[in-house]
């Protein structure tokens, strides 16, 4: 099933036998030594996938290795094991760069699980590798090649020829602009303009001169003429972002002017022929917003006729190193590389403010680091709330289960959200959330430390 290389580092030689029969079962090669200057100078020479390490070893234990290991800029990726009492030894490996760490005594199924999701993150990054050469990285200024986001780049390839309105839609920060420009860019119209407007950034009561524009002396203040968007959008596209923000009596007033193409300037009787492509955004359900009365029922319906529909990224966790990729390059014009351990903790996040969150935390990370590695402490935000359920709080519907983050991790994410709001409710104090959990103040500590919560 593979040829991975597992080194395994253990001073007890029936520890090392065991755990190499389970590994050689999962089907990986092993080999194994007996203390951390040993496994420096086994991986000096030999290629090694993995390194599962004892803590406490004489001559030179996990941590020592660990620091030796990055100090010398070999980032293999390592699983340290250690035994219950010591569990503040396995956080200190954690922040030395271990990608996990397991307690002893575990089973076949924890280790199993425990080096997949090293595999997983590492074949990820390799994909990428491969997909960069490919120059395979996304479509038309969108990032990403997953299978959702190819989806998008059809219906973008598919629309952007027609005449026909589109509506996008898509939590916050999914990249809905991005889609509607390269509509355009794709379109016939890309020589004329691409005229956004912003729906809930204009107070309501200017947006309809916003729009027509008007004739001097149509209102007081109306002290010279002045062009309405749609005019100035015409022979191209007009964006309306966040429709349902715009009063409902100028929507009747929209849905005329995009049947009839004609469009009058207030205080004027002079009737211009237009040539408008109109494509609309909301982060709302449009089902919910007509039912709140906050978007036209036939408006609806004239846009809808293709709908573009923006997965969240909690959704297709795969395009996160790409999109990585794509910020760090943006933001710093710097190398700096993702390792596979804050890659997987980017992927267990759920992301509620989307591609725009992550291309903050990449920012933000950018100046944590000083080094050329981002790491899961350069993301605090992802690192204290990993494992966030993937149920994401702005979507409307329970949207089913994500079956690819496996049970263990959804269990987990479950159990650190728990934690949190208990500790909301009893205001922090770790003794009477506990209580309120049902669990013992030691296991409590111990969750605190493994979700980073303390
Ligand atoms: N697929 C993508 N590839 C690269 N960058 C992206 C992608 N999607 C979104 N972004 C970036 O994320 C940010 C948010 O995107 P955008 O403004 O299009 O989101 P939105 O869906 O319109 O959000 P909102 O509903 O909050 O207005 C922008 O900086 C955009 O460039
Ligand atoms: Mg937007």
């Given at each position: 099933?593979?040829?991975?290389?597992?080194?395994?580092v253990?001073?007890?030689?029936?520890?090392?036998?065991?755990?190499?029969?389970?590994?050689?079962?999962?089907?990986?090669?092993?080999?194994?030594?007996?203390?951390?200057?040993?496994?420096?100078?086994?991986?000096?020479?030999?290629?090694?996938?993995?390194?599962?390490?004892?803590?406490?070893?004489?001559?030179?234990?996990?941590?020592?290795?660990?620091?030796?290991?990055?100090?010398?800029g070999n980032?293999?990726?390592?699983?340290?094991?250690?035994?219950?009492g010591?569990?503040?030894?396995?956080?200190?490996?954690?922040?030395?760069?271990?990608f996990?760490?397991?307690?002893?005594?575990?089973?076949?199924?924890?280790?199993?699980?425990?080096?997949?999701?090293?595999?997983?993150?590492?074949?990820?990054?390799?994909?990428?590798?491969?997909?960069?050469?490919?120059?395979?990285?996304?479509?038309?200024?969108?990032?990403?090649?997953?299978?959702?986001?190819?989806q998008?780049?059809?219906?973008?390839?598919?629309?952007?020829?027609?005449?026909?309105?589109?509506?996008i839609?898509?939590?916050?920060?999914?990249?809905?602009?991005?889609?509607?420009?390269?509509?355009?860019?794709?379109?016939?119209?890309?020589?004329?303009?691409?005229?956004?407007?912003?729906c809930?950034?204009?107070?309501?009561?200017?947006?309809?001169?916003?729009?027509?524009?008007?004739?001097?002396?149509?209102?007081?203040?109306?002290?010279?003429?002045?062009?309405?968007?749609?005019?100035?959008?015409?022979?191209g596209?007009?964006?309306?972002?966040?429709i349902?923000?715009?009063?409902?009596?100028?929507?009747?007033?929209?849905?005329?002017?995009?049947?009839?193409?004609?469009?009058e300037?207030?205080?004027?009787?002079?009737?211009?022929?237009?040539?408008?492509?109109?494509?609309?955004?909301?982060?709302?359900?449009?089902?919910?917003?007509?039912?709140?009365?906050?978007?036209?029922?036939?408006?609806?319906?004239?846009?809808?006729?293709?709908?573009?529909?923006?997965?969240?990224?909690?959704?297709?966790?795969?395009?996160?190193?790409?999109?990585?990729?794509?910020f760090v390059?943006?933001?710093?014009?710097?190398?700096?590389?993702l390792?596979?351990?804050?890659?997987?903790?980017?992927?267990?996040?759920?992301?509620?403010?989307?591609?725009?969150?992550?291309?903050?935390?990449?920012?933000?990370?950018?100046?944590?680091?000083?080094?050329?590695?981002?790491?899961?402490e350069?993301?605090?935000l992802?690192?204290?709330?990993?494992?966030?359920?993937?149920?994401?709080?702005?979507?409307?519907?329970?949207?089913?289960?994500?079956?690819?983050?496996?049970?263990?991790?959804?269990v987990?994410?479950l159990?650190?959200?728990?934690?949190?709001s208990?500790?909301e409710?009893?205001?922090?104090?770790?003794?009477?959330?506990s209580?309120?959990?049902?669990?013992?103040?030691?296991?409590m500590?111990y969750k605190?430390?493994?979700?980073?919560?303390?």
């Amino acid at each position: 099933m593979s040829n991975k290389h597992v080194l395994v580092v253990d001073d007890e030689t029936n520890m090392r036998r065991v755990l190499e029969i389970m590994l050689q079962r999962m089907g990986y090669c092993t080999d194994s030594v007996e203390n951390g200057v040993a496994a420096l100078e086994f991986l000096d020479t030999r290629d090694t996938d993995l390194v599962i390490s004892d803590l406490k070893m004489p001559v030179l234990g996990g941590l020592g290795l660990l620091e030796k290991l990055r100090a010398g800029g070999n980032d293999v990726p390592v699983i340290v094991i250690t035994a219950h009492g010591t569990v503040e030894s396995a956080v200190e490996a954690m922040k030395l760069g271990a990608f996990d760490y397991l307690l002893r005594p575990f089973d076949v199924d924890a280790l199993n699980l425990a080096i997949r999701r090293v595999f997983a993150a590492g074949e990820v990054l390799r994909q990428n590798q491969f997909l960069r050469e490919e120059l395979d990285r996304g479509w038309g200024g969108l990032i990403g090649s997953s299978e959702p986001m190819r989806q998008v780049y059809e219906q973008i390839k598919q629309v952007a020829p027609t005449r026909t309105g589109v509506m996008i839609l898509g939590e916050t920060g999914t990249g809905k602009e991005l889609v509607a420009r390269a509509i355009h860019r794709e379109s016939e119209r890309s020589d004329r303009l691409f005229v956004p407007i912003n729906c809930a950034a204009i107070p309501a009561d200017m947006m309809e001169a916003e729009l027509f524009g008007f004739d001097k002396g149509a209102f007081t203040g109306a002290v010279r003429d002045r062009v309405g968007k749609f005019e100035l959008a015409n022979g191209g596209t007009i964006f309306l972002d966040e429709i349902t923000e715009m009063p409902i009596a100028l929507q009747s007033k929209l849905l005329r002017v995009l049947q009839e193409q004609t469009v009058e300037r207030l205080g004027s009787n002079r009737t211009l022929e237009l040539d408008l492509r109109v494509i609309a955004a909301t982060n709302r359900r449009p089902q919910d917003a007509v039912r709140d009365q906050r978007l036209r029922e036939d408006l609806y319906y004239r846009l809808n006729v293709f709908a573009i529909e923006l997965p969240p990224l909690r959704e297709h966790p795969h395009d996160i190193s790409l999109l990585v990729e794509h910020f760090v390059a943006e933001h710093g014009g710097r190398r700096a590389r993702l390792t596979p351990r804050a890659l997987d903790h980017l992927q267990r996040y759920a992301w509620p403010g989307n591609i725009r969150e992550l291309s903050n935390m990449i920012e933000r990370a950018l100046v944590l680091t000083r080094g050329d590695t981002l790491d899961v402490e350069h993301f605090p935000l992802a690192a204290s709330t990993a494992a966030h359920p993937v149920t994401g709080a702005s979507s409307t519907s329970t949207p089913p289960p994500d079956l690819s983050l496996g049970l263990e991790h959804a269990v987990e994410a479950l159990e650190s959200r728990m934690i949190r709001s208990a500790l909301e409710q009893t205001e922090g104090n770790k003794t009477k959330a506990s209580a309120l959990l049902g669990i013992s103040e030691r296991s409590m500590w111990y969750k605190l430390k493994k979700y980073g919560l303390n």
